[in-house]
């Protein structure tokens, strides 16, 4: 039973309806008692960092998660914003993220110079992913598949084998990352079409 965490943000009704197509049980978790009936967990994201922490955390989920990841090693999928919120830190806000993977979710144009100056923010539309390592989220996906992708910010991790897949937009950043029980992807996969229905269906089986 997989549980996509209702707390405000992200694309809830789309995930459950790929999943509803897909006849694979899920449903919206937006209470802690809720989600202890999930054997998998998605957490969507939309927007700023900052807001979408807080909003997590006044849902009343925020320790009951930590819990169920971190102690109880739950699966956990991290859409877009959901992956950033795994991190540390933000350059987009000033609050803690989750801290689940180490690493920090920086600007494409930070001044640490890794991508083009004056490049177009945000990144938006489809963009190609380059599997570097095998994993089983993208099994049955062509080599080099198409996702939709809009952020201005990206996850930059510390533990370089965590990284499954790169894309390049004026540069390479890690959009897909992964570290036993927990995946995170940049891209959004319910907007992504075939393959992006592929991967869902490929993370309930996981």
Same mark, same amino acid.
């Given at each position: 039973?997989?549980?996509?965490?209702?707390?405000?943000?992200?694309?809830?009704? %789309?995930?459950? =309806?790929?999943?509803?197509n897909?006849?694979?049980? %899920? $449903?919206? %978790?937006?209470?802690? +008692?809720?989600?202890?009936?999930?054997?998998?967990?998605?957490?969507?994201?939309?927007?700023?960092f900052?807001?979408?922490?807080?909003r997590?955390?006044k849902?009343?989920?925020?320790?009951?998660l930590?819990?169920?990841?971190?102690? +109880?090693?739950?699966p956990?999928?991290g859409?877009?914003v959901?992956?950033?919120?795994?991190?540390?830190?933000?350059?987009?806000?000033?609050?803690?993220?989750?801290?689940w993977?180490?690493?920090?979710?920086?600007?494409?144009? @930070?001044s640490?110079? @890794?991508?083009?100056?004056?490049?177009?923010v945000?990144?938006?539309?489809?963009?190609?992913?380059?599997?570097? =390592?095998?994993?089983?989220? $993208?099994?049955?996906?062509?080599?080099? %598949?198409? $996702?939709?992708?809009?952020? @201005?910010?990206?996850?930059?991790?510390? +533990?370089?084998?965590?990284?499954?897949?790169?894309?390049?937009?004026?540069?390479?950043?890690?959009?897909?990352?992964?570290?036993?029980?927990?995946?995170?992807?940049? $891209?959004?996969?319910?907007?992504?079409?075939? @393959?992006?229905?592929?991967?869902?269906? +490929?993370?309930?089986?996981?």
């Amino acid at each position: 039973m997989i549980g996509v965490i209702d707390y405000g943000l992200g694309n809830v009704k %789309a995930i459950l =309806n790929i999943y509803n197509n897909l006849d694979i049980s %899920a $449903f919206a %978790a937006s209470s802690k +008692n809720e989600l202890e009936k999930a054997t998998r967990l998605i957490l969507p994201g939309v927007g700023a960092f900052d807001w979408a922490i807080t909003r997590l955390n006044k849902s009343g989920m925020r320790d009951r998660l930590d819990k169920l990841v971190m102690d +109880n090693c739950v699966p956990v999928l991290g859409i877009c914003v959901g992956m950033q919120m795994m991190s540390c830190s933000s350059e987009e806000g000033e609050m803690d993220g989750l801290g689940w993977v180490e690493g920090k979710v920086k600007h494409f144009r @930070s001044s640490d110079g @890794s991508f083009k100056e004056n490049m177009d923010v945000p990144h938006m539309g489809w963009n190609n992913i380059y599997v570097e =390592n095998e994993h089983r989220l $993208f099994e049955g996906i062509e080599d080099n %598949a198409e $996702f939709y992708f809009l952020h @201005s910010y990206f996850f930059l991790e510390k +533990n370089k084998d965590q990284v499954i897949s790169r894309t390049n937009y004026h540069g390479w950043f890690t959009s897909c990352f992964g570290k036993e029980n927990i995946v995170g992807v940049q $891209f959004h996969p319910e907007k992504s079409h075939t @393959s992006g229905v592929r991967l869902l269906q +490929n993370y309930a089986s996981i």
